[in-house]
T-cell receptor, first 113, second 109 residues
Framework: EAGVVQSPRYKIIEKKQPVAFWCNPISGHNTLYWYLQNLGQGPELLIRYENEEAVDDSQLPKDRFSAERLKGVDSTLKIQPAELGDSAVYLC???????????FGPGTRLTVL | DQQVKQNSPSLSVQEGRISILNCDYTNSMFDYFLWYKKYPAEGPTFLISISSIKDKNEDGRFTVFLNKSAKHLSLHIVPSQPGDSAVYFCAASAGFGNEKLTFGTGTRL
C-alpha cells in the first residue's frame, strides 16, 4: 500500500515569492493534516481536514497561508508571499478517522532566500 | 509554552544495551501518548502508544511507561540495535484521540 505522497521534496525560493505544496494521502484516509516542522523542533499542526472540511485551522497564519482539499482527497498548502521565517519542513499526514494513527509523508523542505 | 518536553536532545547507547528516552508533559488534559521515530529525509513513523488508563504498553523490543502523577513517560528499547538510530518524538493528545497531537522537540538516539 502506498504511503502519503508529497511533492516537491525540496523547494528553494526567494522571499516574497509564492509557493505551493501538494499532498496525496493514503487511499481511504478521510482525515488529513498539515504540519510545520522547524529545525530542532517537533511538528506543529497547521490545519486538519475531515474530508473536504477544514475542522481545525486555528494555527494557520491566514494572512499568508492557505490550504484546500477539493473533493476530500488531495490537498494543497500555499504560502503567498513567503518570508525568510517560513523556511522549514512541511509535513502532511493522514489517518482513518479522528482516532486513527497518523501516517506522515516525507515532507517538503522549503528554503526561503 | 512547551507542553511536551524532551529534555535530552541526544542519547548514545551501545548496541545490545537498553535505551531509555524520557518525556515530560505539563497539560493535565493529555490522556493519550505516542512515540514516533524519524529517519533523516523521512516523515515520522508511529512506534507505540499508551492511553492514560494504563501505565505500561509493550510491543516487541519497545515498552512505554506512563507515570501520570509525575506527568512523565518513557520509552525503553531493549536490546538496542544500530537500526534504532533515529530521532524519537514524544507526542500527546487530549480526548483519547489522535486528532490533535502536541509533539516534543525530539531526542536523537
Amino acid at each position: 500500500e502506498a504511503g502519503v505522497v508529497q511533492s516537491p521534496r525540496y523547494k528553494i525560493i526567494e522571499k516574497k515569492q509564492p509557493v505551493a505544496f501538494w499532498c496525496n494521502p493514503i487511499s481511504g484516509h478521510n482525515t488529513l493534516y498539515w504540519y510545520l516542522q522547524n529545525l530542532g523542533q517537533g511538528p506543529e499542526l497547521l490545519i486538519r481536514y475531515e474530508n473536504e472540511e477544514a475542522v481545525d485551522d486555528s494555527q494557520l497564519p491566514k494572512d499568508r497561508f492557505s490550504a484546500e482539499r477539493l473533493k476530500g482527497v488531495d490537498s494543497t498548502l500555499k504560502i503567498q508571499p513567503a518570508e525568510l521565517g517560513d523556511s522549514a519542513v512541511y509535513l502532511c499526514a493522514s489517518s482513518l478517522g479522528l482516532a486513527g494513527t497518523q501516517f506522515f509523508g516525507p515532507g517538503t523542505r522549503l528554503t526561503v532566500l | 509554552d512547551q507542553q511536551v518536553k524532551q529534555n535530552s536532545p541526544s542519547l548514545s547507547v551501545q548496541e545490545g544495551r537498553i535505551s531509555i528516552l524520557n518525556c515530560d508533559y505539563t497539560n493535565s488534559m493529555f490522556d493519550y501518548f505516542l512515540w514516533y521515530k524519524k529517519y533523516p529525509a523521512e516523515g515520522p513513523t508511529f512506534l507505540i502508544s499508551i492511553s492514560s488508563i494504563k501505565d505500561k504498553n509493550e510491543d516487541g523490543r519497545f515498552t512505554v511507561f506512563l507515570n501520570k502523577s509525575a506527568k512523565h513517560l518513557s520509552l525503553h528499547i531493549v536490546p538496542s540495535q544500530p537500526g534504532d538510530s533515529a530521532v524519537y518524538f514524544c507526542a500527546a493528545s487530549a480526548g483519547f484521540g489522535n486528532e490533535k497531537l502536541t509533539f516534543g522537540t525530539g531526542t536523537r538516539l
